[in-house]
């Protein structure tokens, strides 16, 4: 960076310098001179050379300064040597495709009241209404600097534009007006400058080429002079109100609606719309593509030449805000109703509305709703079978919800900062009005539907296996179907249908030798214990068929849908019919059988189904009772086989002392393989596992106690623990 400190080269504007101070100093001998102090701001990519193979800024590890080329004793004093830091970055883009290319050059530099009080040819003073803050952590009432940002250009063309941006994410839409102060002065190396030859303008979008709005105010400058903050004339001299960014954001919107409407011909959203501010003439509006206050991920300004000669000018930007608070209120309502309909069942309602504006006490502006929100639940249970005469003994619990939530948003989810109403209200046609009104709003609805064991409850005296009521129905279907601005239909459909068979049969076993004096000896036990049950302990068996279906179709906001049932449009479905079968039989008390089968079958269906089109119900009835009849596709087979034996090894003479048991468990698995491109059948898989296990247990304790004399030596051991309780003690030692 090679700085010229010759004198002929000290000029404000031009060798880095930004600004010139001169004071009157009483120097040693008495005499009074004037010193003058210059302020250099050096953009630090903007380097004159650069030696050796230093490629970027992330490695700097010493900053040296030195001079040379002195023909003559020179003193030179640094006060203070900083690096400053912005959020705003030069925008190096084209930002005009009809200026010719120019040379201008922008300086992005900072001017504030503590360095820059007696600038010229404009000192720096405070906007109208803005004071100096103090420091609260400070116990001396300090007042803290207070600054603008400079944008200099210099060379810039005609119509050529030079700016800079910051990187931002605001939602601008709960704010009412933006605000920023703008001052504006020719610079003492091009005077030639006159009202209104150059213009400030502001950019806020998504991208500052394809998408964003802007507002372009005339400049007015500021007369050569010296200014105080202590006159209210002086701050609106150096601030111009018509200088001043102060418009509502709604002549934003505005303008996007008039360009849409307007939209055809030369007018679209591929070429810059402008037109002027009605209620500041001067000033222009411009709206290219589709931008949003309410996502606003980037900020310009920027100054444009507005003359036909090459210009050169400063501008003070100061105060960028948002200002006014959107605070339309809203309101919410909740409201709940059961009604107990004696032994029939229950029924409840419930609603809840909640309208865009509306908020917690806690919640601030920014957090309050944008839409309104409609919520209905109903729920009923009721038993079915109590419309039927009693004897008919039908017990049908049947409980049914459905549930609807639905949100229309205060803006155009098409169009985020455009309120509905306004985007509804441009719009010629009523169905074209309807249609707008459905697309934007977001709809959940869900329906259930269950009927849960339902029986003929007639029972025998005495339990059997053939009475009605060991035989139970199950149906369910849930039903649920959303349509966002996104989303035409997201529809989840479950269905189950089973039926279920299950009795215990709850038998004594059969014990002929039981009674029998002849078996009392001990020795006999074997014989006399013996019993069977000849009839199992349980039986069940259950079958489902179970379909799950889902599906989503996207809207098409790219206008080439050909009208084809499957444009944007992908599912899912599966359709399982499940059969489980449970025999448990206790041949006798220590013998005991397991036998659980578990097969799972695939119900083919078209590849059409009738949430698609009703006009595909029948041929997928067909499908779907042509695979029934055959029992469906056989997919996984499960099969589980268990026998567990209590060997009555105990019941013979002197054996009381040992136990022992046996298991025996079998299982099979046969599982369909998926058929291989090209139609190639690899074959199924099929797998089977045994295992024997046995244990024993041997009690010594009961041993010895057939030994009389043993048996006396722990009984006696028995004695002596009982009579000598447990007495705590505690040492102590030093060590």
Known sequence: ??????????????????????????????????????????????????????????????????????????????????????????????????????NARMDVLAVNIEENGRKTPVNYILPPGITRETDPSQPQLLQQNEQAMVLRVTELGPE???????????????????????????????????????????RMGSDMVNNYYEYEIPLRLTPE????????????????????????????????????????????????????????????????GNPSISDVENIMIGIRNKSGTVKSGEIWVNEMRMSEFEEDGGWAALGNM?????????????????????????SNVTKRHMQDHYTLHLSAALDLGRFLPEQAKLQIPAYYTYTTETNSPKYNPLDEDILLKDAISILEKQNEKDSLKAVTQSVIQTKSFNITN??????????????????????????????????EQNLTKQQRAAINYSYSFNMQPWKPFQKSKALSNPALKLIKDFNVFYLPTSVNYSSSLNRAYSQIKLRD??????????????????????????????????????????????????????????????????????????MG????????????????????????????????????????????????????????????????????????????????VIDRGQRNARQQPFTPRTFNQNV
Not at 11 to 28: M, R, Y
Not at 347 to 353: E, K, M, P, S, Y
């Open 225 to 288: 002079g010296t200014y105080t903050s202590n006159k209210l004339e002086d701050r609106l001299t150096v601030w111009y109100p018509e200088n001043m960014f102060d418009f509502p954001f709604t002549v934003l919107t505005d303008t996007k609606l008039q360009r849409n409407r307007e939209r055809g011909g030369q007018v679209s959203n591929a070429m810059p719309f402008s037109i002027f501010d009605e209620s500041n003439p001067k000033n222009r509006i411009t709206v290219m």
């Open 454 to 487: 339902a029986k003929v409850n007639i029972r025998s005296k005495k339990p059997m296996f053939y009475d009605p009521a060991n035989v139970t129905l199950s149906y369910s279907t849930n039903e649920t179907n959303e349509h966002t601005p996104e989303i």
């Open 1 to 102: 960076y090679k700085v010229q400190l010759r004198p002929e080269n000290m000029q404000v504007g031009t060798n880095f310098i930004t600004d010139l101070v001169e004071a009157s100093v009483t120097l040693k001998n008495g005499n009074t001179e004037k010193v003058k102090w210059y302020q250099f701001k050096i953009p630090i990519r903007e380097y004159t050379d650069k030696v050796g193979s230093i490629r970027n800024f992330k490695s700097i590890r010493f900053v040296r300064l030195f001079l040379t080329g002195f023909e003559k004793e020179t003193h030179v004093r640094f006060a203070s040597l900083d690096l400053v830091r912005g959020e705003w970055k030069t925008y190096t883009k084209p930002l005009s495709t009809t200026a010719s290319a120019s």
């Open 338 to 362: 059961a009604v107990n309909l004696s032994d029939l069942g229950s029924l409840n309602v419930a609603g809840r509305i909640e309208t865009a504006g509306f908020g917690g006490i806690e």
């Open 633 to 712: 596709t056989p997919y996984t087979y499960q099969q589980v086989f268990n026998v567990s034996w209590k060997i009555p090894i105990d019941k013979l003479p002197f054996m009381d002392w040992v136990t022992a048991n046996a298991q025996y468990n079998s299982t099979y698995s046969w599982n369909r393989s998926a058929i291989m491109e090209g139609g190639t059948d690899i074959g199924n898989m099929a797998s089977s596992m045994g295992r024997l296990t046995a244990n024993a247990e041997m009690n010594l304790e009961t041993l010895y106690k057939k030994s009389k004399f043993l048996k006396g």
């Open 557 to 630: 906001f790219t206008g080439f849908n050909m009208g084809s049932a499957l444009d944007n449009l992908s599912f899912s479905k599966d359709f399982m019919w499940n059969r489980q079968f449970d025999f448990k039989y206790k041949l006798t008390e220590a013998l005991d059988f397991g036998l659980q089968t578990s097969m799972n079958a695939n119900i083919e269906e078209s590849y059409f189904t009738p949430e698609i089109g009703k006009e595909y119900y029948e041929s997928w009835r067909d499908t779907v009772w042509s695979n029934i009849r055959k």
């Open 160 to 202: 050529d534009a030079r700016a800079v941006y910051k990187n931002t994410s605001n939602d601008m839409r709960q704010y009412k007006r933006f605000q920023m102060f703008v001052h504006a002065e020719a610079m003492k190396m091009a005077p030639d400058l006159n009202d209104g030859e150059l213009a400030v303008f502001v």
